[in-house]
Protein backbone atom coordinates (compact mmCIF):
# COMPACT_ATOMS: atom_id res chain seq x y z
CA UNK A 1 0.00 0.00 0.00
CA UNK A 2 1.35 3.82 -0.71
CA UNK A 3 1.45 4.05 3.23
CA UNK A 4 4.26 1.93 3.10
CA UNK A 5 6.13 2.93 0.14
CA UNK A 6 5.99 5.99 1.72
CA UNK A 7 9.52 7.00 2.65
CA UNK A 8 8.81 10.43 4.74
CA UNK A 9 6.86 10.98 7.19
CA UNK A 10 3.59 13.30 6.74
CA UNK A 11 3.76 14.50 10.38
CA UNK A 12 6.40 14.72 13.09
CA UNK A 13 6.91 15.59 17.00
CA UNK A 14 9.76 16.75 18.45
CA UNK A 15 10.17 16.68 22.28
CA UNK A 16 6.27 17.82 22.53
CA UNK A 17 5.90 19.45 26.08
CA UNK A 18 2.82 20.64 27.64
CA UNK A 19 3.13 22.27 31.85
CA UNK A 20 0.04 23.87 33.25
CA UNK A 21 2.18 25.65 35.89
CA UNK A 22 3.91 22.98 37.93
CA UNK A 23 2.13 20.81 36.58
CA UNK A 24 3.12 18.60 33.25
CA UNK A 25 0.23 17.99 30.44
CA UNK A 26 2.74 16.04 28.85
CA UNK A 27 6.14 15.88 27.82
CA UNK A 28 8.69 15.12 25.65
CA UNK A 29 6.50 13.79 23.10
CA UNK A 30 8.45 12.18 20.07
CA UNK A 31 6.68 11.09 16.75
CA UNK A 32 6.39 9.83 13.27
CA UNK A 33 3.46 9.20 11.37
CA UNK A 34 3.23 7.97 7.55
CA UNK A 35 0.58 8.99 5.01
CA UNK A 36 -2.34 6.41 5.48
CA UNK A 37 -1.26 5.44 8.79
CA UNK A 38 -3.66 5.15 11.84
CA UNK A 39 -1.94 5.91 15.10
CA UNK A 40 -3.93 5.63 18.66
CA UNK A 41 -3.25 6.93 21.47
CA UNK A 42 -4.30 5.07 24.46
CA UNK A 43 -4.81 6.30 28.48
CA UNK A 44 -6.57 7.18 31.29
CA UNK A 45 -8.43 10.04 31.44
CA UNK A 46 -6.04 12.88 33.12
CA UNK A 47 -3.09 11.07 31.01
CA UNK A 48 -2.14 13.68 28.55
CA UNK A 49 -3.71 12.44 25.54
CA UNK A 50 -6.09 15.07 24.83
CA UNK A 51 -3.37 17.35 25.23
CA UNK A 52 -1.20 16.05 23.11
CA UNK A 53 -3.76 15.32 20.40
CA UNK A 54 -4.71 19.57 20.43
CA UNK A 55 -0.91 20.12 20.16
CA UNK A 56 -0.56 17.81 17.48
CA UNK A 57 -3.35 19.39 15.40
CA UNK A 58 -1.78 22.80 16.00
CA UNK A 59 -4.95 23.96 18.41
CA UNK A 60 -3.01 24.47 21.63
CA UNK A 61 0.66 25.68 21.99
CA UNK A 62 3.15 23.66 23.42
CA UNK A 63 5.60 24.84 26.22
CA UNK A 64 8.39 23.61 24.16
CA UNK A 65 9.04 21.12 21.08
CA UNK A 66 8.15 21.35 17.59
CA UNK A 67 5.05 19.47 15.53
CA UNK A 68 6.20 19.63 11.74
CA UNK A 69 3.88 19.09 9.01
CA UNK A 70 5.19 18.30 5.52
CA UNK A 71 2.27 19.87 3.25
CA UNK A 72 0.47 18.86 0.31
CA UNK A 73 2.71 19.24 -2.49
CA UNK A 74 0.28 19.89 -5.12
CA UNK A 75 -1.37 22.82 -2.91
CA UNK A 76 -1.59 26.07 -3.63
CA UNK A 77 -2.21 27.40 -0.02
CA UNK A 78 0.55 28.54 2.48
CA UNK A 79 2.85 30.48 -0.06
CA UNK A 80 6.06 29.49 0.78
CA UNK A 81 7.38 32.08 2.59
CA UNK A 82 7.65 29.78 5.57
CA UNK A 83 11.40 28.51 5.21
CA UNK A 84 11.84 24.57 5.76
CA UNK A 85 12.18 23.64 8.89
CA UNK A 86 13.87 20.66 10.41
CA UNK A 87 14.57 18.89 13.21
CA UNK A 88 18.34 19.36 13.78
CA UNK A 89 18.37 23.43 12.76
CA UNK A 90 19.97 23.44 9.90
CA UNK A 91 19.90 20.18 7.90
CA UNK A 92 19.03 20.67 4.31
CA UNK A 93 18.97 17.30 2.77
CA UNK A 94 15.61 16.77 3.26
CA UNK A 95 13.91 18.64 1.19
CA UNK A 96 12.61 16.97 -1.64
CA UNK A 97 10.02 19.34 -3.40
CA UNK A 98 7.90 16.19 -4.63
CA UNK A 99 7.57 14.82 -0.73
CA UNK A 100 5.91 18.75 -0.30
CA UNK A 101 7.71 21.21 2.34
CA UNK A 102 7.96 20.75 5.89
CA UNK A 103 6.09 23.74 8.08
CA UNK A 104 5.82 23.86 11.87
CA UNK A 105 2.23 24.13 12.51
CA UNK A 106 3.42 26.45 15.57
CA UNK A 107 4.81 29.04 13.97
CA UNK A 108 2.24 29.47 11.49
CA UNK A 109 -0.51 32.66 11.71
CA UNK A 110 -3.52 31.61 13.08
CA UNK A 111 -5.17 32.30 9.62
CA UNK A 112 -2.92 29.91 8.01
CA UNK A 113 -2.92 27.54 10.48
CA UNK A 114 -7.17 27.43 10.20
CA UNK A 115 -7.01 27.33 6.82
CA UNK A 116 -5.01 24.66 6.86
CA UNK A 117 -7.64 22.84 9.27
CA UNK A 118 -10.07 23.46 6.77
CA UNK A 119 -8.46 21.59 3.84
CA UNK A 120 -5.51 19.19 4.80
CA UNK A 121 -6.14 18.66 8.42
CA UNK A 122 -9.29 17.16 9.92
CA UNK A 123 -10.68 17.50 13.34
CA UNK A 124 -13.12 14.97 14.93
CA UNK A 125 -14.98 16.21 18.30
CA UNK A 126 -15.80 13.85 20.92
CA UNK A 127 -19.27 15.78 20.78
CA UNK A 128 -20.13 16.21 17.26
CA UNK A 129 -21.62 19.68 19.03
CA UNK A 130 -18.27 21.23 19.39
CA UNK A 131 -17.63 20.20 15.33
CA UNK A 132 -20.83 20.77 13.45
CA UNK A 133 -22.90 24.36 12.79
CA UNK A 134 -25.75 22.98 14.83
CA UNK A 135 -28.09 25.88 13.38
CA UNK A 136 -27.00 25.32 9.72
CA UNK A 137 -28.87 22.33 7.63
CA UNK A 138 -26.39 19.20 7.11
CA UNK A 139 -26.27 20.12 3.63
CA UNK A 140 -24.63 23.21 4.52
CA UNK A 141 -22.44 22.12 7.46
CA UNK A 142 -21.26 19.48 4.67
CA UNK A 143 -20.67 22.11 1.93
CA UNK A 144 -18.58 24.81 4.07
CA UNK A 145 -15.40 23.17 3.65
CA UNK A 146 -15.62 23.03 0.11
CA UNK A 147 -16.37 26.69 0.27
CA UNK A 148 -13.64 27.73 2.34
CA UNK A 149 -11.37 26.28 -0.06
CA UNK A 150 -13.74 28.54 -3.02
CA UNK A 151 -16.08 26.17 -4.50
CA UNK A 152 -19.44 28.45 -4.99
CA UNK A 153 -21.18 26.32 -7.74
CA UNK A 154 -24.13 25.80 -5.53
CA UNK A 155 -25.37 22.86 -7.73
CA UNK A 156 -22.16 20.76 -6.90
CA UNK A 157 -22.39 22.03 -3.39
CA UNK A 158 -25.35 20.20 -2.92
CA UNK A 159 -24.87 17.26 -5.12
CA UNK A 160 -21.46 16.72 -3.17
CA UNK A 161 -23.07 17.07 0.28
CA UNK A 162 -25.79 14.43 -1.23
CA UNK A 163 -22.83 11.71 -2.41
CA UNK A 164 -20.99 12.17 1.38
CA UNK A 165 -24.53 11.97 3.56
CA UNK A 166 -25.01 8.82 1.58
CA UNK A 167 -21.28 8.14 1.87
CA UNK A 168 -21.69 8.45 5.62
CA UNK A 169 -25.03 6.40 5.77
CA UNK A 170 -27.20 9.39 6.48
CA UNK A 171 -30.09 9.50 4.81
CA UNK A 172 -30.17 12.34 2.10
CA UNK A 173 -34.22 13.51 2.25
CA UNK A 174 -32.29 14.88 5.65
CA UNK A 175 -30.35 17.13 3.66
CA UNK A 176 -32.08 20.15 4.76
CA UNK A 177 -32.78 19.39 8.31
CA UNK A 178 -30.48 20.94 10.78
CA UNK A 179 -28.17 18.62 12.78
CA UNK A 180 -29.78 19.40 15.98
CA UNK A 181 -32.61 17.14 15.11
CA UNK A 182 -30.42 14.27 14.36
CA UNK A 183 -29.42 11.65 16.95
CA UNK A 184 -26.05 11.48 18.13
CA UNK A 185 -24.47 8.49 15.89
CA UNK A 186 -25.94 10.18 13.09
CA UNK A 187 -24.50 13.64 14.20
CA UNK A 188 -21.19 11.83 14.34
CA UNK A 189 -21.39 10.51 11.03
CA UNK A 190 -22.48 13.92 9.65
CA UNK A 191 -18.96 15.54 11.19
CA UNK A 192 -17.00 12.59 9.80
CA UNK A 193 -18.28 13.53 6.10
CA UNK A 194 -17.81 17.18 7.68
CA UNK A 195 -14.40 16.89 7.37
CA UNK A 196 -13.55 14.21 5.17
CA UNK A 197 -15.30 16.19 2.07
CA UNK A 198 -12.23 17.95 1.12
CA UNK A 199 -10.40 14.66 0.94
CA UNK A 200 -7.92 15.50 3.94
CA UNK A 201 -4.37 13.96 4.48
CA UNK A 202 -4.78 13.92 8.19
CA UNK A 203 -7.33 13.73 10.47
CA UNK A 204 -7.48 13.95 14.13
CA UNK A 205 -9.85 12.25 15.99
CA UNK A 206 -10.92 12.51 19.97
CA UNK A 207 -13.11 9.66 21.03
CA UNK A 208 -14.67 9.60 17.78
CA UNK A 209 -17.18 6.89 19.11
CA UNK A 210 -17.26 8.03 22.96
CA UNK A 211 -20.89 8.45 23.98
CA UNK A 212 -22.54 6.31 21.59
CA UNK A 213 -24.15 2.86 22.00
CA UNK A 214 -22.50 0.03 21.33
CA UNK A 215 -24.56 -0.68 18.58
CA UNK A 216 -24.15 2.68 16.27
CA UNK A 217 -20.58 2.43 17.34
CA UNK A 218 -19.94 -1.20 15.82
CA UNK A 219 -21.28 0.46 12.36
CA UNK A 220 -19.44 3.85 13.13
CA UNK A 221 -16.34 1.78 13.39
CA UNK A 222 -16.78 -0.06 10.07
CA UNK A 223 -17.07 3.38 8.61
CA UNK A 224 -14.56 4.63 9.69
CA UNK A 225 -11.64 1.87 8.48
CA UNK A 226 -13.45 1.68 5.36
CA UNK A 227 -13.17 5.87 4.75
CA UNK A 228 -9.10 5.25 6.36
CA UNK A 229 -8.26 2.21 3.27
CA UNK A 230 -10.58 3.36 0.49
CA UNK A 231 -9.03 7.49 1.10
CA UNK A 232 -5.73 6.85 2.42
CA UNK A 233 -6.06 8.87 5.38
CA UNK A 234 -3.75 9.08 8.08
CA UNK A 235 -5.29 9.48 11.23
CA UNK A 236 -4.20 10.64 14.77
CA UNK A 237 -6.56 9.02 17.42
CA UNK A 238 -7.45 9.07 20.85
CA UNK A 239 -9.42 6.94 22.42
CA UNK A 240 -9.49 5.26 26.21
CA UNK A 241 -11.38 2.36 24.83
CA UNK A 242 -8.65 -0.30 23.87
CA UNK A 243 -11.30 -2.04 21.73
CA UNK A 244 -12.06 0.61 19.44
CA UNK A 245 -7.92 1.28 19.16
CA UNK A 246 -7.13 -2.91 18.33
CA UNK A 247 -9.83 -2.26 15.81
CA UNK A 248 -8.56 0.82 14.50
CA UNK A 249 -5.00 1.83 14.43
CA UNK A 250 -1.76 0.28 12.99
CA UNK A 251 0.02 1.53 15.72
CA UNK A 252 -0.49 2.58 19.81
CA UNK A 253 1.07 4.84 22.06
CA UNK A 254 0.63 4.61 25.71
CA UNK A 255 0.44 7.56 27.59
CA UNK A 256 0.99 7.37 31.73
CA UNK A 257 0.90 10.53 33.87
CA UNK A 258 1.99 12.83 30.41
CA UNK A 259 4.83 10.49 29.44
CA UNK A 260 4.43 7.81 26.21
CA UNK A 261 5.27 4.24 28.32
CA UNK A 262 5.16 2.41 25.64
CA UNK A 263 4.75 2.43 21.83
CA UNK A 264 4.68 -0.51 18.80
CA UNK A 265 2.51 -2.54 16.55
CA UNK A 266 -1.27 -2.56 18.15
CA UNK A 267 -1.65 -5.81 18.24
CA UNK A 268 2.30 -6.64 19.97
CA UNK A 269 1.53 -3.77 22.42
CA UNK A 270 -2.05 -5.09 23.19
CA UNK A 271 -0.85 -8.68 23.70
CA UNK A 272 2.33 -8.50 25.06
CA UNK A 273 2.53 -5.43 26.75
CA UNK A 274 5.77 -4.80 28.69
CA UNK A 275 5.08 -1.30 30.58
CA UNK A 276 3.63 -2.15 34.49
CA UNK A 277 0.89 0.27 33.33
CA UNK A 278 0.08 -1.14 30.04
CA UNK A 279 -0.12 -4.46 31.67
CA UNK A 280 -2.94 -3.07 34.61
CA UNK A 281 -4.63 -1.47 31.33
CA UNK A 282 -4.77 -4.41 29.11
CA UNK A 283 -5.40 -6.80 32.17
CA UNK A 284 -8.65 -4.36 33.38
CA UNK A 285 -10.33 -5.28 30.16
CA UNK A 286 -14.01 -6.33 30.81
CA UNK A 287 -14.55 -9.73 28.56
CA UNK A 288 -18.40 -9.06 26.99
CA UNK B 1 18.35 -27.50 -2.89
CA UNK B 2 15.18 -25.41 -1.15
CA UNK B 3 15.44 -21.77 -0.17
CA UNK B 4 15.56 -21.19 3.75
CA UNK B 5 12.73 -18.70 4.49
CA UNK B 6 13.00 -18.63 8.41
CA UNK B 7 15.69 -18.53 10.42
CA UNK B 8 14.54 -18.45 13.84
CA UNK B 9 18.42 -18.20 16.27
CA UNK B 10 19.09 -18.95 20.00
CA UNK B 11 15.33 -17.25 20.79
CA UNK B 12 14.26 -16.73 24.42
CA UNK B 13 11.47 -15.53 25.52
CA UNK B 14 10.38 -14.48 28.86
CA UNK B 15 7.20 -12.17 30.73
CA UNK B 16 7.66 -10.03 33.62
CA UNK B 17 4.25 -9.99 34.99
CA UNK B 18 4.48 -6.36 36.97
CA UNK B 19 0.88 -6.61 38.28
CA UNK B 20 1.51 -9.96 39.81
CA UNK B 21 4.59 -9.11 42.14
CA UNK B 22 6.84 -8.93 39.13
CA UNK B 23 6.58 -12.63 38.57
CA UNK B 24 9.21 -13.94 35.77
CA UNK B 25 7.11 -16.62 33.54
CA UNK B 26 10.35 -17.88 30.84
CA UNK B 27 8.04 -18.74 27.64
CA UNK B 28 11.17 -19.88 25.25
CA UNK B 29 14.77 -20.79 25.86
CA UNK B 30 17.20 -20.62 23.11
CA UNK B 31 14.95 -21.84 19.92
CA UNK B 32 16.77 -22.29 16.75
CA UNK B 33 15.18 -24.10 13.61
CA UNK B 34 14.59 -23.07 9.99
CA UNK B 35 12.09 -22.87 7.56
CA UNK B 36 12.39 -24.14 4.18
CA UNK B 37 9.92 -22.89 0.95
CA UNK B 38 7.98 -25.50 0.02
CA UNK B 39 7.77 -26.81 3.94
CA UNK B 40 5.78 -27.19 6.53
CA UNK B 41 7.28 -27.15 10.32
CA UNK B 42 4.97 -28.36 12.87
CA UNK B 43 5.41 -27.03 16.49
CA UNK B 44 4.99 -30.17 18.94
CA UNK B 45 5.01 -30.41 22.58
CA UNK B 46 3.07 -30.45 25.57
CA UNK B 47 0.33 -27.78 26.40
CA UNK B 48 2.42 -24.80 27.95
CA UNK B 49 5.69 -25.85 26.58
CA UNK B 50 5.50 -22.10 24.42
CA UNK B 51 4.08 -23.00 20.86
CA UNK B 52 1.44 -20.47 20.42
CA UNK B 53 4.26 -18.44 21.95
CA UNK B 54 6.60 -18.92 19.25
CA UNK B 55 4.28 -18.54 16.95
CA UNK B 56 3.28 -15.32 17.57
CA UNK B 57 6.54 -14.22 18.00
CA UNK B 58 7.14 -15.09 14.25
CA UNK B 59 4.47 -13.00 12.94
CA UNK B 60 5.84 -9.96 15.57
CA UNK B 61 2.75 -10.23 17.48
CA UNK B 62 4.76 -10.53 20.59
CA UNK B 63 8.48 -9.22 21.02
CA UNK B 64 11.57 -11.92 21.89
CA UNK B 65 13.52 -11.06 24.97
CA UNK B 66 16.95 -12.17 22.57
CA UNK B 67 17.42 -14.06 19.66
CA UNK B 68 16.68 -13.54 16.16
CA UNK B 69 13.90 -13.90 13.18
CA UNK B 70 15.26 -14.01 9.82
CA UNK B 71 12.66 -13.99 7.66
CA UNK B 72 13.77 -14.20 3.58
CA UNK B 73 10.88 -11.93 1.58
CA UNK B 74 11.17 -10.62 -1.43
CA UNK B 75 11.99 -7.28 -0.72
CA UNK B 76 14.92 -8.49 1.18
CA UNK B 77 16.03 -10.14 3.88
CA UNK B 78 14.42 -8.87 8.03
CA UNK B 79 15.27 -9.65 11.40
CA UNK B 80 11.82 -9.48 12.55
CA UNK B 81 12.86 -9.70 16.21
CA UNK B 82 14.53 -6.17 16.08
CA UNK B 83 11.94 -4.65 12.97
CA UNK B 84 10.73 -1.55 13.79
CA UNK B 85 6.63 -1.70 13.72
CA UNK B 86 6.07 -0.23 9.98
CA UNK B 87 8.89 -2.84 8.80
CA UNK B 88 6.71 -5.59 10.32
CA UNK B 89 3.64 -4.36 9.45
CA UNK B 90 4.74 -3.67 5.53
CA UNK B 91 6.23 -8.00 6.11
CA UNK B 92 2.50 -8.56 7.37
CA UNK B 93 1.29 -7.13 3.91
CA UNK B 94 3.24 -8.85 1.84
CA UNK B 95 4.62 -11.81 2.94
CA UNK B 96 3.70 -13.26 6.31
CA UNK B 97 -0.26 -14.42 6.75
CA UNK B 98 -1.94 -15.74 9.69
CA UNK B 99 -4.31 -17.72 10.94
CA UNK B 100 -5.23 -17.50 14.94
CA UNK B 101 -7.57 -19.36 16.70
CA UNK B 102 -10.27 -17.18 17.11
CA UNK B 103 -11.63 -14.38 14.89
CA UNK B 104 -11.27 -10.52 15.97
CA UNK B 105 -13.31 -8.74 14.01
CA UNK B 106 -15.19 -5.19 14.05
CA UNK B 107 -18.90 -6.57 14.57
CA UNK B 108 -21.33 -6.53 12.27
CA UNK B 109 -19.12 -7.11 9.27
CA UNK B 110 -20.75 -9.33 6.41
CA UNK B 111 -18.70 -12.54 6.18
CA UNK B 112 -17.64 -11.84 2.41
CA UNK B 113 -16.49 -8.38 3.43
CA UNK B 114 -13.89 -9.91 5.93
CA UNK B 115 -12.78 -12.42 3.52
CA UNK B 116 -12.21 -9.85 0.86
CA UNK B 117 -10.21 -7.51 3.74
CA UNK B 118 -6.69 -9.12 3.38
CA UNK B 119 -6.64 -8.59 -0.24
CA UNK B 120 -8.45 -4.70 -0.68
CA UNK B 121 -5.30 -4.11 2.67
CA UNK B 122 -2.79 -5.27 -0.16
CA UNK B 123 -4.45 -3.15 -2.53
CA UNK B 124 -6.15 -5.62 -4.95
CA UNK B 125 -9.22 -3.56 -6.55
CA UNK B 126 -12.42 -4.24 -5.06
CA UNK B 127 -14.65 -6.18 -7.88
CA UNK B 128 -11.38 -8.83 -7.86
CA UNK B 129 -11.05 -9.12 -4.35
CA UNK B 130 -15.44 -9.55 -4.09
CA UNK B 131 -15.59 -12.04 -6.39
CA UNK B 132 -12.35 -13.95 -5.17
CA UNK B 133 -13.41 -13.62 -1.52
CA UNK B 134 -16.72 -16.12 -2.39
CA UNK B 135 -13.85 -19.18 -3.46
CA UNK B 136 -12.42 -19.91 -0.09
CA UNK B 137 -16.10 -19.89 1.69
CA UNK B 138 -17.23 -22.00 -1.28
CA UNK B 139 -14.77 -24.64 -0.82
CA UNK B 140 -15.14 -24.14 3.13
CA UNK B 141 -18.62 -25.74 2.90
CA UNK B 142 -19.48 -22.13 4.44
CA UNK B 143 -23.32 -22.65 3.35
CA UNK B 144 -23.67 -19.30 1.02
CA UNK B 145 -26.59 -17.85 2.85
CA UNK B 146 -24.34 -17.29 5.76
CA UNK B 147 -21.79 -15.03 3.26
CA UNK B 148 -23.54 -11.70 4.21
CA UNK B 149 -23.83 -12.15 7.61
CA UNK B 150 -21.46 -11.20 10.10
CA UNK B 151 -19.95 -14.16 11.90
CA UNK B 152 -21.10 -13.28 15.36
CA UNK B 153 -23.59 -15.44 15.67
CA UNK B 154 -21.44 -18.81 13.60
CA UNK B 155 -20.56 -21.65 15.10
CA UNK B 156 -17.17 -22.29 16.69
CA UNK B 157 -16.02 -24.11 13.56
CA UNK B 158 -18.16 -21.92 11.28
CA UNK B 159 -15.97 -18.92 12.34
CA UNK B 160 -13.01 -20.87 12.38
CA UNK B 161 -13.19 -21.45 8.51
CA UNK B 162 -14.43 -17.41 8.44
CA UNK B 163 -11.00 -17.54 9.46
CA UNK B 164 -9.11 -20.07 7.63
CA UNK B 165 -10.47 -18.23 4.49
CA UNK B 166 -9.09 -14.40 5.42
CA UNK B 167 -5.44 -16.39 6.24
CA UNK B 168 -5.20 -18.22 3.10
CA UNK B 169 -7.00 -15.45 0.52
CA UNK B 170 -4.25 -13.79 -0.16
CA UNK B 171 -1.12 -16.10 -0.83
CA UNK B 172 2.36 -14.72 0.85
CA UNK B 173 5.91 -17.09 0.98
CA UNK B 174 4.74 -17.46 4.54
CA UNK B 175 1.93 -18.77 6.57
CA UNK B 176 1.90 -18.98 10.31
CA UNK B 177 -1.18 -21.95 11.69
CA UNK B 178 -2.40 -21.49 14.79
CA UNK B 179 -4.59 -24.74 15.73
CA UNK B 180 -6.34 -23.92 12.39
CA UNK B 181 -8.45 -27.26 12.55
CA UNK B 182 -9.29 -27.43 16.03
CA UNK B 183 -13.07 -26.80 15.88
CA UNK B 184 -13.79 -28.65 12.33
CA UNK B 185 -15.25 -31.62 11.86
CA UNK B 186 -13.21 -34.12 9.15
CA UNK B 187 -14.69 -33.42 5.92
CA UNK B 188 -13.42 -29.82 6.83
CA UNK B 189 -10.08 -30.61 8.09
CA UNK B 190 -9.30 -32.51 5.04
CA UNK B 191 -10.06 -29.50 2.40
CA UNK B 192 -7.88 -27.91 5.10
CA UNK B 193 -4.91 -30.59 4.75
CA UNK B 194 -5.10 -29.70 1.02
CA UNK B 195 -5.09 -25.55 1.14
CA UNK B 196 -1.99 -26.15 3.21
CA UNK B 197 -0.72 -29.03 0.94
CA UNK B 198 -1.06 -26.87 -2.06
CA UNK B 199 0.17 -23.33 -0.48
CA UNK B 200 3.43 -26.00 -0.05
CA UNK B 201 3.54 -26.81 -3.68
CA UNK B 202 3.80 -23.07 -4.37
CA UNK B 203 6.37 -22.91 -2.25
CA UNK B 204 4.57 -21.32 1.16
CA UNK B 205 6.82 -21.87 4.14
CA UNK B 206 4.34 -23.64 6.45
CA UNK B 207 4.48 -23.16 10.17
CA UNK B 208 1.79 -24.36 12.59
CA UNK B 209 0.14 -25.96 15.58
CA UNK B 210 -1.91 -28.86 14.99
CA UNK B 211 -3.24 -30.71 18.04
CA UNK B 212 -4.81 -32.92 15.84
CA UNK B 213 -2.16 -36.02 15.11
CA UNK B 214 -4.22 -36.91 11.91
CA UNK B 215 -3.68 -33.69 10.67
CA UNK B 216 -0.46 -33.15 11.52
CA UNK B 217 0.81 -36.48 10.16
CA UNK B 218 -0.87 -35.22 6.74
CA UNK B 219 1.10 -32.09 6.57
CA UNK B 220 4.33 -31.51 8.39
CA UNK B 221 7.32 -32.17 6.53
CA UNK B 222 9.32 -31.99 9.80
CA UNK B 223 8.25 -30.94 13.59
CA UNK B 224 9.82 -28.61 15.93
CA UNK B 225 9.76 -30.72 19.42
CA UNK B 226 9.45 -27.80 22.09
CA UNK B 227 9.38 -29.75 25.58
CA UNK B 228 8.54 -28.67 28.97
CA UNK B 229 11.75 -27.11 29.29
CA UNK B 230 10.91 -24.72 26.62
CA UNK B 231 13.88 -25.62 24.64
CA UNK B 232 13.53 -27.27 20.87
CA UNK B 233 15.28 -29.44 18.48
CA UNK B 234 14.09 -29.99 15.15
CA UNK B 235 12.91 -33.21 13.69
CA UNK B 236 11.89 -35.06 10.35
CA UNK B 237 8.27 -35.75 10.52
Redesign the interface.
Known sequence: ?NM?NSSTPLLKARNLTKRYGEHIGCQNVNLDL?PG?VLGIVGESGSGKSTLLNMLSGRLTPTCGQVLYRRDPSSQLLNAHHTQTTETGNETGTHDPDAGLEIDLHTLSEGERRRLLRTELGFVHQNPRDGLRMRVSAGANIGERLMARGDRHYGHLRTTALEWLDKVELSQARIDDAPASYSGGMQQRLQIARNLVTSPRLVYMDEPTGGLDV?VQ??L??LI?RLV?DMGLAVILVTHDLAVA??LS??LMVMYHGNVVE???T??VL??P???YT??LV?SILQG | MSQTVIEVKDLCKY?????QGGIRIDALDNISFTVEAGTCVALYGPSGAGKSTLL?TLY????PTSGSILVHCPGGVVDIAKAD??T???LR?TCISYVSQFL??????STLDLVAEPL????VDEETARRRACDLPARLNLPARLWNLAPATFSGGEQQRVNIARGFIRPTPILLLDEPTASLDAMNRKVVVELIKEACANDCAVVGIFHDDDTREQVATSLVHINEHHDAELKSA
Do not use: T
Open positions: MLWESARLDRRRLHREGLDQDDHHAQLS | FILHQKGNYLPRVSMHRVIPRVLCAG
